[in-house]
């Protein structure tokens, strides 16, 4: 799993708004991570699969979805210094969007696992996605063709896996699905 940049040194989101453009980074309780060169295009395939079905059944209606890059300060009320860049994510409360992203925690969050962050997808954001309330938090696996879907109940995630066959319900959105083999197509 990747180590943070710089472990003596505490930023929040003043600093990380002073940073190169050029660069992509998250935060992660006041941590520096650089982010991944360019996802491999299967990465794109997919994120563009799975965010154009929600952008679909989401015309019209309140919720609207968002691709990477797209900043969300998960604790823009307190410490603010954790700002993640989730691949996908789904926002319901337009008074959360502002600025360069959301702040507070989405309805729904996507990551798509590259191999140099998927033990920070699957662990260290998990935790942060869970601490904030994130109603539902998809970990997609593009090596075994695998979603696995957390669901925020009772202030835990509820996991549910699905393979590259099924329609995955999204119950974060009442009466949308994915259909997987859809998405995994490449």
Request: proline share 6%; glycine share 6%; hydrophobic share 35%.
């Amino acid at each position: 799993m990747a180590q943070p940049l710089c472990k003596d040194e505490h930023y929040t989101y003043a600093d990380y708004l002073t940073w190169n453009d050029n660069e992509r980074y998250e935060l992660i309780d006041g941590e520096l991570y650089m982010m991944s060169p360019a996802p491999v295009w299967e990465h794109q395939s997919v994120s563009m699969s799975i965010s154009g079905q929600l952008y679909d059944f989401l015309r019209d209606k309140p919720c609207k979805v968002f691709t990477a890059p797209f900043d969300v300060r998960l604790n823009a009320d307190t410490g603010d210094d954790t700002v993640l860049q989730p691949d996908i994510v789904v926002i319901c409360d337009p008074s959360k969007l502002g600025g360069t992203g959301c702040i507070g925690a989405p309805d729904m969050v996507v990551e798509i696992l590259s191999p140099s962050t998927a033990g920070r997808d699957r662990i260290v954001k998990f935790q942060q996605y869970l601490k904030a309330g994130v109603r539902e938090y998809w970990i997609v696996d593009m090596d075994t063709k695998t979603v696995s879907v957390n669901v925020l109940k009772n202030g835990q995630y509820v996991v549910n896996k699905y393979g590259e066959a099924d329609t995955v319900p999204v119950h974060a959105l009442n009466g949308c699905t994915i259909s997987l083999p859809d998405v995994f197509v490449i």
